[in-house]
């Protein structure tokens, strides 16, 4: 590669500040030094995760920032001690890295990573990891990844090589969303066959969700939403029966309980409310019912009563689908090539990454599941 060893000039959607539209700037990226690698975006999905940090936040330490965490590209160079990844090899960057030899990677009870936590302090790379840089500052990158923008230095750990054929505008949304809700009901709730379940938010995690519910045999699948329009494209996934909060006068734990008999199988929070993840747990049977928390947020505190628990529920949190990053990407991209599991219907709009504050604009007005925004030609 004629830029291997150089500084690449490109182009990316810039965070200056908490609250303002994104900026598309050139920046300069660095060469990847040791264990990193250096790859060409192609495309990105755009995530609530990445309007999380950069609208609902207070930290003002985290700018300038290069968020995008949903993404897949191709390998452009290598830094020193990478022997896995090499010049053209098709990635999906990883939320949730896979180093292979910590305590944690080495146990089937968890996909946690502690090699992880020296990378992507407090979910941002700063400098000197951080290889991004504009009009001489720094720019953190989001979770050490940062897909938007045109090329992104990336620890090779978090990193997972996927299927040469597999088209890079679908599969950037196995980066996130849609492992993280597809495996939260497959991997954490271990949906059973013939099973009632409940999914409580209908974005990319919940569709996901309801995909994995029906993948794994639910024959009832309640899909909860205050947005109406996303019905008929949880039923396109696999919901069976739909409950708008708004239509009811008494608490939706009730109504789920009526419309099932005491409660369902498996709920799933597929939004980041403290208070509905209470409502889905008590939408869950007493005696055995499991709920899983999906839905994201570090600002809040939850409650429940010790009774919703003693009487035989389960509750539990669910990072990345409990998908092992490097293994459960790869398998997600071939279960994709497979037709076992859907992409394509996800995709609500597409965009060049010029055009992200419109994508922005989309997703806060719940008018998108996602949009995929095209970042370098191929
Ligand atoms: N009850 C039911 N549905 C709700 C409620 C509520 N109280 N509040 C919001 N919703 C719905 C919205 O109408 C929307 O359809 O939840 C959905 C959330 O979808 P998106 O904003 O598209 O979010 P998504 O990308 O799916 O992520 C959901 O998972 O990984 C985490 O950080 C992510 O916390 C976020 C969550
Ligand atoms: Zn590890």
């Known amino acids: 590669m004629a830029t291997a060893g150089k500084v690449i000039k490109c182009k990316a959607a810039v ?4 609250n303002k539209p994104l900026a598309i700037e050139e920046i300069e990226v660095e060469p990847p030094q040791a264990n990193e690698v250096r790859v060409k975006i192609v495309a990105t999905g755009l995530c609530r995760t990445d309007l999380f940090y950069l609208i609902e936040t207070d ?15 191709i390998v452009e160079s290598v830094g020193p001690g990478v022997t896995e990844f090499q010049p053209g090899d098709r990635v999906v960057p990883l939320i949730v890295s896979q180093c292979r030899e910590c305590r944690f990677c080495k146990s089937p009870k968890t996909n946690q990573c502690e090699n992880a936590w ?8 700063r400098a000197p990891v951080s290889k991004l840089s504009c009009k001489g500052n720094k720019l953190l990158q989001f979770m050490g990844i940062s897909t938007f923008s045109q090329y992104s230095v990336i620890n090779q750990i978090a990193l997972a090589k996927i299927d040469p054929a597999a088209p890079l505008d679908k599969v950037c949304l196995l980066g996130c969303g849609v492992c993280t809700g597809f495996g939260a009901a ?10 009632t379940c409940a999914v409580f938010g209908l974005g990319a995690v919940g569709m996901a969700a309801i995909m994995g519910c029906k993948y794994a045999g639910a024959k009832r699948i309640i899909a909860v939403d205050i947005n109406a329009d996303k019905f008929d494209k949880a039923k396109e996934f696999g919901a069976t029966d739909f409950v708008n909060p708004k239509d009811h006068n008494k608490p939706i734990s009730q109504v789920i309980s009526e419309m099932t008999g005491g409660g369902v199988d498996y709920s799933l929070e597929c939004v980041g409310d403290v208070k509905l993840m209470h409502t889905a747990l008590e939408s869950c049977v007493p005696s055995w019912g499991v709920s899983v928390i999906v839905g994201w947020t570090d600002r809040e505190e939850f ?7 003693i009487s035989g529920r389960t509750w539990k949190g669910s990072m990345f689908g409990g998908f092992k990053g490097k293994d459960g990407v790869a398998e997600m991209v071939q279960a994709y090539m497979n037709k076992k599991v859907k992409l394509d219907e996800f995709i609500t ?4 990454l ?14 998108s599941i996602r949009t995929v925004l095209s970042v370098t030609p191929q």
């Open 59 to 73: 930290k003002k330490d985290l700018y300038p920032m290069v968020l995008g965490h949903e993404g897949a590209g």
């Open 186 to 195: 497959v991997n954490n709730a271990k949906v059973e066959p013939d099973s």
């Open 118 to 125: 020296d990378i992507v302090p407090h979910n941002v790379s």
């Open 354 to 367: 010029d055009r992200i504050n419109e994508a922005i604009e989309l997703l806060k007005q719940g008018k």
């Open 15 to 18: 965070a200056w500040e908490a």
């Open 349 to 352: 709009h597409k965009m060049p």
């Open 303 to 309: 409650s429940a009563r010790p009774n919703d628990l």
